[in-house]
């Protein structure tokens, strides 16, 4: 944990330094040129380094309220990342004007830092697919579910913008603000190199030990996941900025998330085979040494972005009714619909149940899990299989369906695509918060849909399981 949180830190220094323009106020006078000096240049460095430390002050303001939420609702049945970002939500606007400047120079900073980083968190799922048990046994049936996967995705895309664009009068979003879609976070070149050197020196030192040792096998997972994200994320925005057609479908094919999670997978299957050991057991040192520590981070995660929930609250308030009737579309498409379609598709029950919960972000994924009996980890791949692709195509789908407003995409990205789309959505300011509102609760109620006895059997009896 500390590991990885450190590795965030170092990597922040250079993927968010703000533009000395941007630190200084602008001046209505034309000041006199100057030769610019030693300590000028040092000046604007130590402007740039304190907008660094507030950024990861506020992260870890974020971590250490996640871990208070993780013992403060302990017991109660309720994921802890999203009671505590409802308590946020509630104690900023309680606080008033304290609360204000909480956000502004604190929270707001960290969730930047934080949401930048969230697809990764959610990679390790991906690489530790292979040990989950299966729940498909022949390619037919994989067919199906990849077909129920993709067409439920576009249904619920397709239902939520839909509806929510029902509820919404604002004028079009000029078309400039919703063509983009496509990864832009700006991570700088030289975060390449010191990760991959960190992942290749953890993975000499594991070799060595045979595995033995978890420091060097730790470096080496931690640092392959991180530098496979980076590189992931420059791959596709070099691809969407090239003027070739073919580079811009790349672009939108190779979301980073899935390029980290088979360069991992494939550093891991290295180490171990450079060791003479076991594929599946480097597999599981991976989930216990990085995956563990970096999915802890989705807490922070949700709690990030309630901090923008509540930077936009007026907006969301003043659209209650479109978000009410999108959280319910949300439901009935994502976790009644889905399980209509797996069952019509003639999947075997275990997939039918791992399907449920597609829609809703890992955590809360996990409880659905729980409450219907099952295995969460092939469920937590599908839910972030389905994140991916939203990601990677459902900007430019809304787009073609006409989704122009903030609104209607936030929401419908949020409902149909859960954490990963909705850090998708950074590229999107206006429409972030209402991807993040719309995640939060179409994940809430699918939780409490499959808790409540009445609800669970008739999304049982749906599915037919």
């Given amino acids: 944990m500390r590991l990885a949180l450190a590795c965030l830190a170092i990597a922040s220094g250079h993927a968010f330094r703000a533009p000395t323009s941007t630190l200084r106020p602008t001046r209505s006078w034309a000041a006199p040129k100057r ?3 030693a300590l000028a240049v040092a000046a604007d460095a130590g402007a740039s380094d304190r907008q660094l430390g507030v950024r990861v002050g506020g992260a870890l303001a ?7 939420c993780r013992v403060a609702f302990r017991g109660t049945g309720l994921p802890h990342s999203l009671a505590g970002g409802a308590a946020l939500v509630a104690a900023l606007v309680a606080a008033r004007g304290a609360g204000e400047r909480a956000h502004a120079e604190v929270l707001a900073p960290g969730a930047a830092l934080v949401l930048a980083w969230m697809p990764v968190f959610f990679a390790p799922s991906l690489v530790a697919l292979p040990l989950a048990a299966p729940v498909v046994s022949s390619a037919a049936d994989a067919a199906r579910l990849a077909a129920v996967v993709v067409g439920g995705l576009a249904l619920s895309l397709a239902s939520t913008a839909w509806i929510a664009g029902r509820f919404d009068g604002a004028p079009p979003a000029p078309q400039k603000a919703v063509a983009a879609g496509r990864p832009g976070v700006a991570f700088g070149t030289p975060l ?3 990760l991959w050197v960190l992942a290749a020196a953890g993975g000499a030192g594991a070799v060595a030990t045979e595995l033995r040792a ?5 470096a080496c997972f931690v640092g392959a996941t ?10 596709t925005k070099a691809l969407a900025a090239s003027d070739a057609k073919a580079a811009n479908v790349a672009a939108k094919a190779l979301h980073p998330v899935a390029v980290c999670a088979v360069t991992t997978s494939a550093v891991a299957r290295l180490v171990a085979r450079l060791a003479g050991a076991d594929a599946a057991g480097a597999l599981r040192a991976y989930v216990a040494l990085c995956g563990a520590p970096l999915q802890r981070l989705l807490g922070p995660s949700v709690l990030a972005l309630a901090v923008g929930v509540y930077g936009r609250r007026r907006d969301v308030a003043a659209n ?5 009737a999108t959280t319910a579309a949300g439901v009935g498409v994502g976790l009644y619909g889905t399980a ?6 003639g999947l075997p029950p275990a997939a039918r149940l791992a399907l449920l919960p597609r829609c809703i972000t890992s955590p809360l994924a996990i409880a659905v899990c729980t409450s219907l009996g099952e295995d969460h980890a092939a469920a937590v791949a599908l839910v972030v299989v389905t994140g991916v692709l939203g990601a990677a195509g459902g900007p430019s789908a809304l787009t073609a369906l006409g989704a122009t407003k903030p609104l209607p995409r936030g929401l419908a990205m949020g409902a149909a695509a859960h954490g990963i789309g909705t850090a998708q959505m950074g590229s999107e300011p206006e429409a972030q918060p209402f991807a993040a509102i719309a995640m939060s609760l179409v994940g809430a109620a699918s939780v409490v849909a499959a808790s409540l006895p009445p609800t669970r059997a008739a ?3 749906v599915a037919g399981v």
């Fill in 320 to 324: 209650w009714k479109a978000v009410a």
């Fill in 340 to 345: 209509l379609l797996a069952r019509a598709a």
């Fill in 459 to 461: 999304l049982r009896a």
């Fill in 62 to 68: 974020l971590c250490g309220l996640d871990e208070l």
């Fill in 214 to 218: 978890p420091l060097p096998l730790r």
């Fill in 35 to 37: 030769p610019t000096t």
């Fill in 226 to 235: 991180l530098a496979s994200f980076v590189s992931g994320t420059r791959l």
């Fill in 192 to 194: 390449r190199a010191p």
